[in-house]
């Protein structure tokens, strides 16, 4: 057994679940997980593509501890948009008209 609270061994069994407004994406019982970047990289490969907060809860059912994860998603960053105008489109105006 680790030290640390949250720390990994191969044979750990873990328990994951990812939620989206109270849906279950994906669930997973397991072990062979290194640490949690793997859990959490596992768990939102088989959720697939999701938009807005989710809730990851991991359960380390071997060490007895376990933890909630808030992930952030969005379909795609928003490219911006400039209307740029063309120099014919404005008057020049004139002191001495």
């Known amino acids: ?7 990994l ?11 989206v407004g109270g849906k279950v994406l994906a669930s997973v ?3 062979n997980f290194a640490n949690i970047n ?3 990289r596992f768990i939102c490969t088989n959720a697939g593509r999701f938009m807005g907060l989710a809730q990851l809860n991991i359960r380390n059912k071997t060490q007895g501890w376990s933890m909630n ?13 400039f209307h ?6 404005y008057r020049q105006a004139s002191l001495f008209a």
């Open 1 to 7: 057994m680790n030290n640390n609270a949250t720390s």
């Open 9 to 19: 061994s191969l044979n750990d069994q873990i328990f994951a679940t990812l939620m």
């Open 29 to 31: 019982c397991r072990n």
């Open 38 to 40: 793997d859990v959490v």
């Open 69 to 81: 994860l808030a992930l952030s998603s969005r379909k795609s960053i928003p490219q911006p948009s």
């Open 84 to 89: 740029t105008a063309k120099a014919s489109q």
